[in-house]
């Protein structure tokens, strides 16, 4: 099975951008294990950059134990004077139109999950202070670098800490499209689509066969299904929701707020909503 890697940021005991209490290191951390636990919650392979190592050893790490069909992602929070900048952006080598592609590709999913997060755009690594990216030019397999805000701006730092899971989704689900087209353009197997056990779900009374599924152990419904509740799709827009078979699924217990009553038949393996 091919693999992910994915790298916070700095390491090697250094903090990185600081700002608000916090550290960019330390929030770039969190992010990743959550992503980490995100995709293999999924069924895909990915290896965690131990922290201990220098954006060096990281390359070294990284091209010691990959292989052809790989990619590879560092994550870091940006920083400037100006606390009024924000938003998320992703580097690629200069050049490389392949790499800008699989750079759209990972920032518009981050966005898809965060909707709140302005957009920088991709650009190329001589775009950067420094001139070039070691990360995206010196690792042996596809690589990319995404600065996912501004730890800088109290609006893009508040979502690092409240939003965490949305991130971690976000960068799962453009790093599992990024994976399985490598493994395409490589001619090798790409990694299997997660599979959810499927349940039915009944509202207000009326049964459908075999329309939610399973996620972790919660209960999700088709988006499409809120129109039958009552409930406007563009209230739950900033909810979390899965992705699975072309359909978007949202958890069932997330609607309580919107008055209705969430239960579980386990016989029947069913999810009972009820408006009131």
């Known amino acids: ?158 979502l690092f800490q409240t939003k965490r899971l949305d991130f971690a989704r976000g960068l799962a689900d453009g790093l599992e499209a990024w994976s399985r087209k490598e493994a395409q353009r490589q001619g090798l197997t790409p990694p299997p689509p997660p599979s959810y056990p499927v349940i039915s779900v009944k509202i207000n009374a009326q049964l459908y066969q075999n329309q939610g599924i399973l996620v972790n152990g919660n209960a999700c419904i088709p988006v499409v299904f809120l129109k039958s509740l009552g409930i406007d799709p563009s209230k739950v827009a900033d909810f979390r929701t899965t992705t699975h078979r072309n359909l978007e699924y949202i958890k069932a217990v997330d609607l309580q707020p919107f008055k209705v009553s969430v239960k579980w038949d386990n016989p029947t393996r069913t999810v009972v909503l009820t408006t009131y």
């Open 1 to 158: 099975m091919v693999r992910i890697f994915l790298s916070a940021g700095h390491g090697a005991g250094d903090p990185g951008a600081q700002s608000g209490g916090t550290t960019e290191d330390r929030e770039m951390r969190l992010t990743r294990d959550a992503a980490v636990k995100e995709m293999r919650s999924r069924g895909l392979e990915v290896s965690s950059v131990p922290d201990s190592l220098s954006l060096k050893e990281t390359i070294t790490w990284i091209n010691a134990y990959s292989r052809r069909g790989d990619v590879a992602l560092e994550i870091h929070a940006d920083s400037v004077g100006n606390t009024n900048i924000r938003g998320a952006s992703a580097f690629y080598t200069d050049g490389n139109e392949q790499r800008e592609t699989d750079a759209q590709l990972l920032l518009q999913s981050l966005l898809k999950a965060v909707p709140s997060l302005p957009s920088r755009g991709v650009k190329s690594d001589i775009a950067t202070g420094v001139g070039s990216l070691g990360f995206c030019r010196q690792v042996d397999i596809p690589s990319v670098l995404m600065e996912l805000g501004f730890i800088t701006n109290p609006s893009d730092r508040s």
